[in-house]
């Protein structure tokens, strides 16, 4: 099956303690993201990649770190997490590089509590 | 400074009749517009994209409107069911490449 898959779907963690979420897709598709969503806020993109290799800050990357050494995985890295980053993630694949003029496939999501 | 705004945050209609949900935006020179459905606990799922130079687009129930000049979205459900009950958001990109910036969301109920 078609898909993007996020590990964990739900983590609950401490101050400054290191976690990685992982987002794999199985489409072969260029471009990658991620975007966290806030009451209120609404979706806001993190980072994104439109290749292996090539990534690019999107409107909150303050925090965060990706990298995309293969096409179907894109981690989202919190070094020192805060509570401020307390979320519900999401990661998106698109099949060309250029993700903004195409379907964005989302994932289930990943619930992130900080305390 | 830019700004997306969609209409209030919640809409309520009847079944049967049209739902019009607008996404507004500001200091923005979109090419691509793009328009997603979200349920509780879900990812997006992706329904319609117009472009620039495009007016109208459909699919089934459902048509985008796209006017730059008023800066403005419309996006339309007709015949709505209890089924189209969710959150819409509109989601804009002004290049071919890379960053998408989405609206906060109109919550959508239909009532039988």
């Known amino acids: 099956e078609a898909q993007v898959t996020q590990n964990p779907r739900y983590l609950i963690t401490v101050t400054g303690k290191k976690l990685t979420v992982t987002c794999s897709q199985n489409m072969n598709h260029e471009y990658m993201s991620w975007y966290r969503q806030d009451p209120g806020l609404g979706l806001r993109q993190i980072y994104y990649?439109?290749?292996?290799?090539?990534?690019d800050k999107g409107d909150v990357p303050e925090g965060y770190k990706v990298s995309r050494k293969e096409k179907r995985n894109f981690p989202l890295i919190l070094e020192s997490p805060s509570p401020n980053q307390t979320s519900l993630y999401f990661c998106?694949?698109?099949?060309?590089?250029?993700?903004?003029?195409?379907?964005?496939?989302f994932g289930p999501g990943t619930r992130l509590t900080v305390l | 400074s830019q700004k997306i705004e969609q209409n209030s945050e919640a809409l309520n209609i009847q079944e049967g009749k049209t739902a019009t949900l607008t996404c507004n935006y500001t200091n923005y020179s979109p090419a691509y517009l793009q328009w997603y459905r979200q349920d509780p606990g879900r990812g997006p799922v992706f329904l319609l994209l117009?472009?620039?130079?495009?007016k109208e687009k459909r699919k089934e129930r459902l048509k985008v409107t796209f006017d730059t000049t008023l800066k403005q979205s419309l996006f339309h459900i007709t015949a709505s069911q209890p089924a189209d009950s969710a959150t819409y958001l509109c989601a804009l990109a002004e290049t071919s490449y890379g960053k998408l910036t989405f609206g906060q969301g109109t919550i959508l109920t239909v009532h039988p």
């Open positions: 117009i472009r620039e130079n495009e």
């Open positions: 990649s439109m290749n292996v290799e090539v990534t």
């Open positions: 998106a694949s698109s099949p060309r590089s250029g993700g903004s003029t195409d379907t964005q496939y």
